[in-house]
């Protein structure tokens, strides 16, 4: 499978962990990544709140960079590149004004006729039984809490995944490949992520909140498919501990999982330098 | 020569505001044929039929024209108007200039213009109308009642009371309903049950009611007056004139107690033979074939069990039991099917309709549904009226109540209200308390829809004297937590009079899902060929001046079927469409509109076009034969009691062969062609 890759600013900076992962993980499954050349800001952090040309704009130009390199998908592993990806693509193709508009201002034309994929998306292609096929262990040790965040399956009518507040994918994908993922409370609960820099003791609440339950529901671990999530629920356990978070919770991305089961080296996948250490059991 | 008369209305000034009416009348009286045009505030009233009468007997007119408002309004105003004073009513004709003209356009000019097109056209027409004589058939005098919920129930007394014999058929095993399941009715808190059981013992007594419980409509052929219909009587197992109902066999059934039982919406249980409950009319059993072990053990040719059998001092129960159809013939048909609660859980069988996963309804036990916690508060439920919640028997101190699950919410895919949501979750709010002395009612809610009778004074006495909270705004989640070891679950609501988050630890949740209606109702409107919504509501005639009757002469609808309302309404309905069957039964003749369709057997080819395009089943295929029997042709015939006059047989027939009688194809075209000369 040939798909274009999108990873944004977090995989190529703080999260390049996330994109070790993901490539090493793809690389097993045999997806080749073509990644865009000379992609730019998705639009995400800031431009979405403050202007709205520029927050379609911003993505219209990586969707414009795509459609140049005759991509049908991209893949974009940060679901808030995905989102936004997603959303400037629908209004792209739905808003011949916009489609003209677009087109003038990044220079390429966009016609909106790329389908934009999350992590899950790419499984989901590559199909769950073709990779629990692949496996070469299962994941027996792994009692997994999937979290979904807030952007995989929001806005529902933008990014039409899954059910928005009961997502179960990464759920059935993980049972297939021998892991028993536990029912919790939390699956689309906020991480606090969006207030990482402007509210740290609301940031520790939320935190503690989602890992707590993860804990109590049974859980060994957390599995993410979000840089900001992980780097979140990862760094901010020391202040959890402070309201009560009674014990570590290493948190996976979802792609290290896959990584392990089907066969890539924990070294490889690059789960070393997390903040919460993974126990041996779980590599 | 024809003598057109055109009476142009001003409707007060909803005509006369935006087209220039005497401009009208100057211009109509040019066109040929026309031998008087004048206007008048109000052509409707008194004056106004008058005027029409005397300008028919001075100037002998034979056709007339009103341009006003829509012919839904006022034709058979017009037409009698015409007829008393002389002419055939079918020469009178009306050219909408109201809803299709001075209502949707601004510019006095324009209106003005387009008003003289559209009675020009209606002058086309009235010029090649015929006189007309309604058709005349037959009555049966004898009604069918689908659905024996408190609408059937109210309309087949009602029609019985009438002298008129009716046939109620109730798909469940007893007649009742969801009212038979409730426990104590707003706004005057009187017990269900009690209002409810004398009115079931009385139908299924009264001399000129038969009752057919356990049973569906199958087949609907005929037309109004002269209805076939099949009813499907499912096997019951149980002779129910043999038996007693002396209950020796669902005592003794190995299975008692132990299969979920739908009338208590699977909160409590049954036994393989069964009552619903105990009031249940006819009181007799039933046996559930799906989980007999009798009757399992038969598919593989054993006879487990059988002790039922045995117990029967009246040799009623027959294993051997079949379906059985019976073809009744009736006049009229009340449809009184009733609603259902919307499935509020993730899975949703419509693609359009979503669930709310977020709530964990079906997932989590003690998070119900508004018609369970009526089990649950009733005297006759589960639990004997003590509020116990599912999961372990506990005494709920803390209930959370949430209104508009599905109802108003377009992300859902549903944007109606429910409209008795607010009623009966206020009554759950008191009848909690009244039991639970230090309990909490929490309710969230949107708006507080409490229009009617003592409804808001009923409301208010539960937020006041009985201390219901309650919260305006939503819960977006409920989660299942541990709280100092017991189990609770945690609703992330909102107040948003006060603009804050409000979380509240309950117990218990009931949530009151949109009201729907029932399965299956699709299904029998399309036997009856009388029109639903999208949601599948069945549709009314007229939404104000035809509520109970359909667009299928001889069908008429009462109850939540035709959408959301509370007992009240829904009596007051069935005893409105039992009124209107009784009007109709009550006549000699049947009268129709003579404007249907019309075969020219000579020129037709019998393709059977129109056979297929037929939406009421109105054509056929029939052979022509001489004198002597031989056979000359085949060719479609109409059935003149079916035909609703609707057209779409002319407009598919290859070889243009069958017309309209009133619309034929010569008078579209005149309207068309007098359209040209304007332009």
Known sequence: MDIGYYPGCALHGSSNDYEASVRVCMK???????????????????????????????????????????????????????????????????????????????????????????????????????????????????KPACYYGCLLTRPPKVVKFDDPEE?????????????????????????????????????????????????????????????????????RQADAKKLGLTKDVPIFYLSDLVGLAVGCAAKDLDIERRYVSIPKDLK | MAKIGVFTCWCGENIARNVDVDKVSEAISKLPGVACSMNYKYMCSEPGQSLIASKIHELGLTGVVV??????????TFRKACETAGINSYLVEMANIREQCSWVHNDKEIATAKAIELIGMAVEKVRRNHALEPIKVPVTKRALVVGAGVAGIQAALDIAAGGVEVILVEREPSVGGKMAGLSETFPTLDCSQCILTPRMVEVGQHPNIKLM??????????????????????????????????????????????????????????????????????????????NCLRLQSMKNGKELCGICQKKCQTEAINFHDQD???????GAIVVATGYQLYSIKKEQENPNIKGYAEYGYGKYPDVIDSLQFERIISASGPTGGEPKRPSDGKTPKTIVFIQCVGSRDNAKGITYCSKICCMYTAKHTMLFKHKVHDGAAHVFYMDIRSGGKMYDEFVRRAIEQDGAQYHRGRVSKIEQVNVDGEKKYRCYGADTLSGKPCVVDADMVVLAGAIMPSSGVQQLAQKLSVGYNEYGFLSESHPKLRPVETNAAGVFLCGACQGPK??????????????????????????????????????????????????????????????????????????????????????????????????????????????????
């Not at chain 1, 040309?53 to 940060?78: D, H, M, V, Y």
């Not at chain 1, 989102?83 to 034309?109: F, Y």
């Not at chain 2, 909160?267 to 105990?278: E, H, S, V, W």
């Not at chain 2, 059985?324 to 009736?330: P, Q, R, S």
Request: with cysteine; glycine share 6%; hydrophobic share 40%.
């Open chain 1, 28 to 142: 097993a499954l045999g997806v080749e990544l073509n990644e865009l050349e000379d992609w730019i800001c998705c639009g995400a952090s800031a431009a979405h709140c403050i202007n709205k040309k520029l927050s379609t704009a911003l993505p219209a130009r990586n969707l414009g960079i795509a459609e140049k390199q005759n991509l049908k998908s991209l893949f974009a592993p940060c679901p808030m590149c995905s989102m936004e990806l997603t959303k400037a693509n629908e209004a792209i193709r739905s808003d011949e004004a916009l489609r003209k508009e677009m087109s003038d201002i990044v220079e390429t034309p966009v016609t909106g006729n790329v389908d934009v994929v999350n992590l899950i998306q790419v499984f989901q292609a590559v199909g769950y039984d073709a990779i629990a096929e692949r496996a070469t262990r299962k994941l027996e040790n792994f």
């Open chain 1, 167 to 235: 997502p179960t994918s990464m759920e059935e994908l993980l049972q297939k490949l021998g892991a028993e993922p536990v029912e919790w409370n939390c699956k689309t609960v906020c991480c606090g992520g969006g207030l990482t820099l402007s509210d740290e003791e609301g940031v520790a609440a939320m935190t503690y909140r989602v890992l707590q339950n993860a804990i109590d529901s049974g859980a060994n671990c957390v599995v993410v498919a979000c840089p900001m999530c992980q780097v979140n629920l990862d760094m």
């Open chain 2, 67 to 76: 341009a006003s408002c829509s012919p839904h309004m006022h034709l058979k």
């Open chain 2, 213 to 290: 419980t356990y049973s569906e409509v199958d087949k609907v052929d005929g037309f109004v007056g002269n209805f076939k219909v099949t009813i499907r009587k499912k096997a019951r197992y149980v002779d129910i004139a043999k038996c007693t109902g002396c209950g020796s066999c669902w005592n003794a059934c190995p299975k008692k107690n132990k299969i979920p039982n739908s009338f208590d919406y699977n909160l409590g249980n049954r036994g393989a033979i069964y009552i619903p409950f105990p009031q249940a009319v006819p009181a007799r059993p039933t046996i559930d074939a799906d």
């Open chain 2, 324 to 330: 059985e159809f019976v073809e009744v013939e009736v």
């Open chain 2, 566 to 679: 509370d007992i009240p309404e829904t009596v007051a309905q069935a005893s409105a469409a039992a009124g209107k069957a009784l009007i109709m039964l009550s006549q000699p003749m049947l009268t129709r509109e003579p404007e249907i369709a019309n075969v020219d057997e000579k020129l037709c080819a019998a393709c059977g076009a129109c056979v297929k395009a037929c939406p009421y089943q109105a054509i056929s295929i029939e052979e022509i034969r001489d004198r002597k029997g031989n056979f000359i042709k085949n060719t479609s015939r109409v059935n003149p009691g079916l035909c609703m006059g609707c057209g779409t047989c002319v407009a598919v027939c290859p070889s243009k062969s069958v017309d309209l009688i009133g619309f034929t194809d010569d008078q579209v075209y005149a309207q068309v062609e007098s359209l040209a000369d304007v332009f």
